[in-house]
């Protein structure tokens, strides 16, 4: 049951330079959408040209990381109305030369009980949309790799669905956490077991702790030291449960 977990407070990019070529199976992660959400150590209303640059090196050192046959796999959302700006079209083509697209799952968060309309209240002059989804982009390196899944047939059958109908996580003091069963399904579909699995915006550390479930290896990286801590102490929780049950 021993895995190797590194954890790095740090500047994304600034880590990732550190890691070797053809290192990582699966990069999984969330980034800062560009909304001006706090996250107290990082701008999140960059200019948008400047966020779109950003966003396509952070990506592109993930691409040199990932193993032949790896998989990049971003959960994004689609942001603003007046205008609507679409992220996961802006990424995906900033992505497009550099890695080969294999489709996309929506995030059907099932949570439209407090959601707000914006627009025109009964009127077709500019009513809008309320969105209850993201969406979880695919990407894949060319090449092949073999290992082991841990899938069950039904699960794989569930899995390769394109709408995935998960509750958001709410209970939270992280401004944008996303819910280990997503994290879960992400890494099962998409990695090997033993394999090692990328967040560069780990958050609270959900991705660490899925992976810890599923056997896999794990490099978190977070500039915020809050959250850093924060997500240090649910794997380390969560890895002496596993010392309680299975042993060293």
Known sequence: MKKRFNLICGDCLDAMK?????????????????????????KDNLPFNEYLDWIENVFTESIRLLVAGGHLVIQIANTGRQPYTPLTDFIST????????????????????????????????????????EYILIFRKEGDRKGTSDMKADEFMENTKAIWKIPPETDSDHPAPFPIKLADRVISLYSFKEETVLDMFMGHGTTGLACMKRNRNFIGIELNKKYFTFAERRISAEANQIKLFFGE
């Open 18 to 42: 550190q890691l070797p070529d053809e290192s990582i199976g699966l990069v999984f992660t969330s980034p800062p959408y560009n909304v001006g959400v706090d996250y107290e150590v990082y």
């Open 94 to 133: 900033r992505l497009f030369n550099k890695i080969q697209m294999r489709g996309e799952i929506i995030w059907d968060k099932q949570n439209m009980t407090s959601a707000t309309a914006w627009g025109s209240w009964l009127s077709a002059n500019k009513p809008s949309l309320r969105d209850s989804h």
